[in-house]
């Protein structure tokens, strides 16, 4: 089970697995291929649109030639017109997104596997894992107009970050938070990857807001085959779900379990 599954009110602002694989060329800058992109986009359309992905959107990077723009997303497969979920292609690279009024892990799962599924079925070339990324931004409500922003994430994430106060002691600088971007990347063993949580401040669908980012990637010789994804998948999502409780342990989870 996920975080999505088991509080009353999900922070998921938007979960997101993606898989790039090998290209073909020469190191920079001589040009890298997907030699079986040409031929993918439209055997993929009809593949998942039997899925329920009926909505075709092709984006304006579809214009520039896919030896420029390796790993780089061309086009969006959606339910319906600006819905989640939806499955995103470019050339050596495959995503699926999700959001966080839908979101399940017991559905966002297989939904991954299937989508990995009609992938292979129809690139014609050998597909080669480079990495693997599952990433899930949480977003809570706050205005660092009249919060401040490290108070916060202190009292409620117990992350703490402190500066001098000496920096402000003139009153010419205001010591509260316009904006906040804040990573830190840490190596798992389990699974073998790279984690790294995220920070920062925005806005989720027009709402001035905290964002936290959890993203577990595997990249070159620590990820495995396409065969062994979905242990990949569960390991990731374990790891990311201890993270995120431990995080909020204490009066933020019993915020969202209100």
Known sequence: MSHGDDLVQNPIA???????WQLRGGPPPAPTMDPGYKLLVGSLFSKVRDA????????????????????????????????????????????????????SWVTFLPRII???????????EELVPVSYELRYVNAVPLDPATQNVFEFLS??????????????????????????LLESIH??????????????????????SLLWEIAVRSIGDRAPSLDGLESWLDRAHDLERAWFFTLIEGELEAEFNA
């Open 114 to 124: 299937k989508a990995i599924e009609m992938l292979r079925d129809v690139y014609s």
């Open 187 to 208: 190596q798992s063993r389990d699974p073998e990857a790279v984690v790294s949580l995220k920070f920062s401040t925005g806005a989720v669908s027009g709402t001035k």
């Open 52 to 103: 329920g992905y009926e909505f075709h959107e092709q984006l304006p990077t579809a214009q520039i030639p896919d030896e420029i723009v390796p790993y780089l997303i061309q086009h969006r497969f959606r339910v319906a017109a600006g819905a989640h979920p939806l499955v995103q292609v470019g050339p050596g690279v495959f995503a699926i997104n999700e959001t966080g009024p839908h979101y």
């Open 155 to 180: 009292r409620k994430l117990k992350v703490a970050i402190t500066y001098p106060q000496s920096l402000f002691a003139d009153d010419r600088v205001s010591p509260s938070q316009d904006v906040v």
């Open 14 to 20: 938007e979960t997101f697995f993606e898989l790039r």
